[in-house]
């Protein structure tokens, strides 16, 4: 395939059409792509379409698909892979948004004719609520886009996928194996949803916890308004690297929580003095970045 593709000559199909699923539909329709939207329900589809954010809810239309999008949970993924792969056409591009990867694209792979390959990919961007009401064309701009590509697949085909994170608005477009991919959430959105859902449950929160509520509190609860299910089997499926990463954010919370019980603080003011420094520097590194 020719570098720098102008998507707006493609057509994408997008497999569940849920926040992330509705936000790549509006931001392809932003671009100028034919979009095919499916929906497990039905209604979510029609109103999809109603809405003017897919240009058909056919799975007829699905032959037409340059790059098929699944932003499905894995089950719903390789379902379809089973029942439907020979509704697309015979050299469309697959990718999906899955947040935990493990060999998942080698067991899709493995399922797919000659011709058709796999890229999977996670795009690091959304916010709370779900569903197709919450989703936000923009949600991709100046966000990460992480690619996961196996020893089989296609160099031009992991290129049209970073191309078309490019086009999607997102600004940096790492590589890597599925392995570092789920080790690194664990710790930057995995460990973080936990930690927002604990804080929130704690004992101290009651009615009158809103009026005590500043900036920080805030940010730090924002991704407690989340969706249990999926991430249920998020946390699941990364278990073993999530236990690792709660254990290590226990040890650091201790370590604190034992200064300030000695009353030391010296201590103290170089763990928040450290803190400072490594904030400071990943914002300034994702600022040159």
Request: hydrophobic share 40%; net charge negative.
């Amino acid at each position: 395939m020719d570098s720098n593709h102008d998507f707006s000559h493609f057509t994408i199909a997008v497999i569940g059409l849920g926040l992330m699923g509705g936000s790549f539909a509006k931001r392809f329709k932003a671009i100028g792509s034919r979009v095919i939207g499916i929906n497990r329900t039905a209604s979510v589809a029609q109103e999809a379409l109603r809405m003017g954010i897919v240009d058909s809810i056919s799975e007829e239309d699905l032959k037409d698909a340059d790059i098929v999008i699944f932003c499905t949970p894995e089950k719903g993924t390789m379902a379809f892979i089973e029942k439907k792969i020979g509704l697309l056409k015979k050299d469309a591009v697959l990718t999906d948004i899955a947040g935990v990867k493990n060999d998942f694209a080698e067991k899709i792979q493995a399922k797919l004719p000659e011709g058709m390959d796999f890229i999977s990919g996670h795009p690091m961007c959304g916010h709370e609520g779900a569903g197709l009401s919450q989703s936000d064309a923009e949600i991709f701009l100046g966000a990460n886009y992480v690619i996961i590509p196996q020893a089989g697949n296609s160099a031009s085909h992991i290129t049209l996928i970073e191309e078309m994170a490019r086009a999607l608005g997102c600004r940096h477009v790492p590589k890597v194996t599925a392995d570092a991919h789920d080790r690194a959430i664990a710790y930057t959105s995995d460990l973080t949803h936990v930690i927002a859902t604990a804080l929130i449950q704690s004992k101290s929160y009651n009615k009158e916890t809103k009026y005590f509520m500043g900036g920080s509190f805030r940010d730090e609860t924002r991704v407690a308004d989340i969706n249990g299910r999926l991430w249920t089997s998020l946390f699941l499926s990364n278990r073993e690297k999530l236990l690792d990463e709660i254990d290590r954010f226990s040890e650091k919370l201790q370590v604190l929580r034992d200064a300030i019980e000695r009353e030391d603080s010296e201590e103290m003011e170089a763990f928040l003095n450290e803190a400072g420094r490594r904030r400071r520097e990943l914002m300034h590194e994702d600022s040159e970045g």
